[in-house]
């Protein structure tokens, strides 16, 4: 009980980092497609400025509860999934970077690097987290060691491809609509265009991966088992569909929520349909790594259940503080050079 109490805990918190961290990716690709001179680049970094760090602690506790709920798992995902993660570091690290060094130097050229850094730095880990979600989606080849049976080129197949371009869109239209929400005037005109637009190719490319997962994975055994558990795809339908009712009605801050319940109503899909499984084997199930495989003792569960309780409402708490604080549009005026 404790053991699978924790796997949905464990979904559950990627989910809420990517509805997070995914604006400042979606945001962080956007920047020089949107922005059309220093004033309105210095807008659209100053959009998620007070938040895009917190928002990245959800991903260290994500990784914590990994680490501390699931060793095996830990273990086994970092081996097989190294590489990709490696870049998914290292982008995350470039645009932490990015944000310290843009305004050091005041040159064109200087400004221009440390953008096309902030570019590469959202994109890498963008597409690279749906790649390596899809390849545990569609199992991995490890054996009965827990050794990785393949290359960099093995999770680089046709349904990761497809995964990585969905989170991509994914956080692109989330993006756009939180600059939707910061913005005014003509930049804001630009990204609203630019959130119906790539709504329409999201659209496209969540239809591509929904009829893909049916042959590339048994995601959907579960939820064949299980008729009530479609509301959990349903209700990512239903608010991809609202994100774009709202993007025309041009209500952001609800067509915003829409897309995060779309984000996560995607994450929660995933992690459902691949219940038991943490880590399917694709070269023989005997060989996967299962929810009860990977679990700490029962005592390591139960302490980290307890201090959750206490600690995640506390910074629940302190981060809704600063939505609020900054929850204001980022004008040209508020801009200091």
């Known amino acids: 009980m404790l053991e699978s109490t924790w796997f949905f805990l464990w979904g559950i918190l990627w989910a809420i980092y990517f509805v997070l961290d995914g604006f400042d990716l979606g945001i962080g690709t956007l920047l020089p497609f949107v922005a059309k001179n220093e004033k309105e680049k210095r807008i659209v970094l100053n959009s998620m400025g007070p938040f895009w760090d917190g ?12 680490f501390a709920a699931f060793p095996n798992m830990y273990a086994t995902m970092f081996s ?7 870049f998914i570091l290292f982008g995350l690290i470039l645009r932490g970077v990015t944000f310290e060094f843009r305004g050091q130097i005041d040159r064109p050229w200087w400004r221009t690097m440390w953008d096309v850094c902030m570019v590469v730095g959202s994109v890498v880990p963008a597409f690279l987290f749906g790649v390596a979600f899809a390849n545990i989606f569609s199992g ?19 349904y990761g491809l497809i995964c990585g371009i969905l989170f991509l869109f994914l956080f692109l239209v989330h993006g756009s609509i939180w600059l939707a929400i910061k913005t005014e005037g003509a930049l804001q005109a630009r990204v609203s265009a ?18 893909a997962t049916g042959s590339a994975t048994e995601l959907y055994a579960n939820y064949l088992n299980n ?30 929520f829409f897309s995060a319940s779309a984000i996560a109503g995607c994450t929660m899909f995933g992690v459902t349909g691949l219940y038991p499984n943490m880590l399917p084997s694709s070269l ?9 495989s990977a679990a700490s003792s029962a005592l390591t569960l139960k302490i980290m259940l307890a201090v959750a309780l206490i600690f995640v409402p506390i910074v629940i708490a302190y981060q809704a503080w600063v939505y609020h604080l900054f929850r204001h549009k980022v004008r040209k005026e508020d801009i200091v050079y």
Not at 80 to 86: I, K, R, V
Not at 140 to 156: A, K, N, R, W
Not at 234 to 248: C, D, N, P, S
């Open 55 to 66: 928002n990245e602690v959800w991903l260290i506790t994500v990784g914590g509860v990994t």
């Open 80 to 86: 097989a999934l190294y590489t990709p993660l490696m």
């Open 140 to 158: 991995i080849p490890i054996d009965g060691e827990g050794v990785y049976q393949g290359s960099v080129f093995t999770l680089l197949n046709a």
């Open 194 to 211: 630019l959130a119906a637009n790539q709504w329409t190719l999201l659209l496209v490319v969540a239809v591509i991966f929904l009829v």
């Open 227 to 256: 008729l009530v558990l479609f509301l959990i795809p349903g209700a990512a339908v239903v608010g991809m569909l609202l994100t774009r009712v709202y993007i025309g009605k041009r209500a952001w801050w609800k067509a915003w």
């Open 284 to 292: 023989d199930p005997a060989f996967s790594v299962t929810v009860s």
